[in-house]
């Protein structure tokens, strides 16, 4: 029995193009061993992006969460940006010093928390702290560990869960230390006060501006998708698809979530749009897969925050608070699985299990 630990991470690049050896293989077109030639070879491949673009990624990618997922204005973009860049740089420096890999999601959030609430006079403290992070919150990997219990693979999905949930605590202790710090060097009140000032508001923002006019959302939107297929090493001949199915996952989302009727089955519905979309497009061509432009969309819907903001309310002993984001996390996880699966049952009702075909 071999144990590989493996980094996480995504990378669309290689999978595109091991998707197309595995079709190659099926289709004996090519021997296996060749196809096991074919894989080594892209194993080997640098990334295909250098460091300076991830970097630039991660702030760019708060700039835009910041106004379109947490009501911030252009000031609190702004300093989210800049955060987020600091995020960017300390998982440059957790990839090159091992040691410092350990520290990195706990000292990110305590320096963004830290930074967030020296500013509260000037910026929202809610919308800043969790842009800042953005690329460090969970959602995906909570919403991909539902769909594996779901689909019956206990092990990883179980295993997937649990460190996604460890690093929810682990953000959201950096949090309130960083908080406490902050408020507490400003002479103000501790982080606990700021904390349930936040937990308690209808918005759960705290007490934030009114944000950006929605028309701002025409641009945001297509920017922060590409930015999330930048951040999972996307080729630039999948973003046109990828930012297809992030446009109408959130399009639809939104849309659902203003009927009354409708807002529970909202990240249901906008799975289902979006998986409808990617397996209809994979079902026309012969080397992409379905998973590209899922997961291009899936991360403008996972409930990441939903999980730190059940930490937090935890933590500041919210109990109430803490079961009613708990529960919505699970809701929205579950929601948007459903519909994913349905959408691949709805396209490829018997095909799935003859043809190499990559999805949900």
Known sequence: TYVVRMTPGYDMRRLERTNRTIRRVLKTRIQVGQGVRDVERILA???????????????????????????????????????????????????????????????????????????QDYVCFATVSFAGISMLLPGLALTTSIIEMVSRNMISGTVRFVFALARCFILGYGISVGSTLGTRVLGRSTSVDLLEEQMN??????????????????????????????SISAHWRQWPSMLVAGCLAYTTSYFSGLSEALAPLAPAIAAFAMGLYANIMASFSNHRSAVEPILGGVQLLVPGSLGLRTVLAFITSSRTSSGDFLFDMFSASLSIAAGLFLSGMVVFPKRKRRVGLMTF
């Not at 918005?203 to 590409?226: E, R, V």
């Open 45 to 119: 491949t640098p990334p295909i992006y250098p460091w300076w673009v991830m970097v630039a990624d991660y702030a760019f990618c708060s700039f835009c969460i910041s106004p379109l997922m947490w009501n911030g204005g252009w000031r609190d973009a702004a300093v989210s940006a800049l955060l987020g860049l600091l995020v960017g740089l300390l998982q440059l420096l957790a990839g090159r010093f091992a040691n410092y890999a350990n520290l990195f999601e706990v000292s990110s959030a305590f320096l963004v928390s830290f930074f967030a609430a020296l500013l």
């Open 201 to 230: 508001s209808d918005s759960g923002l705290g007490s934030c501006n009114d944000g950006l006019s929605k028309f701002w959302w025409f641009l945001f939107l297509p920017a922060l998708s590409l930015a999330f297929s930048v």
